[in-house]
């Protein structure tokens, strides 16, 4: 059975900046307590590629990166259910955007999630073949996962995590 919570962290774990979701995705998988609500996945996947893994969620926290332009790397935007999410993976030439994914899969017959969120990071590189992030987007890893614990307590009325301390590794 599906647990009704997701959290799915998107990314490319050896684009620079991009590994930002699956870097929070491995620092959440170690720390989880035992919950029968949440699960956690990395997927390196957009547009239909999400299809299957938000059919049958109830709520959904997106993590992805994002290039606005407008403010430093490393800053968090967060997007609630119902507003533009224009995070790098959700929104390509390449690719469906989230909402046309979502009404797409409603017209196939899936059950997609009826509240999904974004937090996304600003980012500075995100073409460089390279395994470390830079040092803004990875300082911001500690306060997007108390964004992640705030988001579960208000979907689940759990403490779901345990201490933890984010990496160190950055270019």
């Known amino acids: 059975m599906l647990k009704p919570f997701l959290i799915l962290c998107l990314g490319n774990e050896v684009l620079s900046d991009d590994a930002f979701g699956p870097t929070i995705a491995g620092i959440l998988n170690t720390t989880q307590r035992d919950c029968e609500q949440v699960e956690v996945i990395f997927a390196p996947v957009a547009g239909f590629g999400l299809l299957d893994l938000l059919n049958g969620r109830d709520k959904v926290l997106l993590i992805d990166s994002i290039v606005t332009g407008g403010v430093p790397p490393g800053t ?96």
Not at 82 to 90: A, D, E, I, K, W
Not at 120 to 139: P, R
């Open 76 to 171: 968090l935007h967060f997007f609630p259910m119902g507003t533009l999410t224009p995070s790098r993976n959700l929104t390509t030439s390449h690719q469906m955007s989230l909402p046309t994914a979502l009404e797409l899969g409603r017209q196939l017959g899936y059950q997609m999630p009826e509240h999904i969120d974004v937090l996304a990071v600003e980012v500075a590189d995100v073409t460089t073949l390279n395994e470390s992030m830079t040092g803004q987007v990875s300082a911001a890893i500690e306060p997007a996962l108390e964004s992640v614990d705030q988001w579960l307590d208000l979907q689940t009325g759990k403490d779901v995590y345990v201490n933890r301390e984010a990496p160190t590794t950055v270019k």
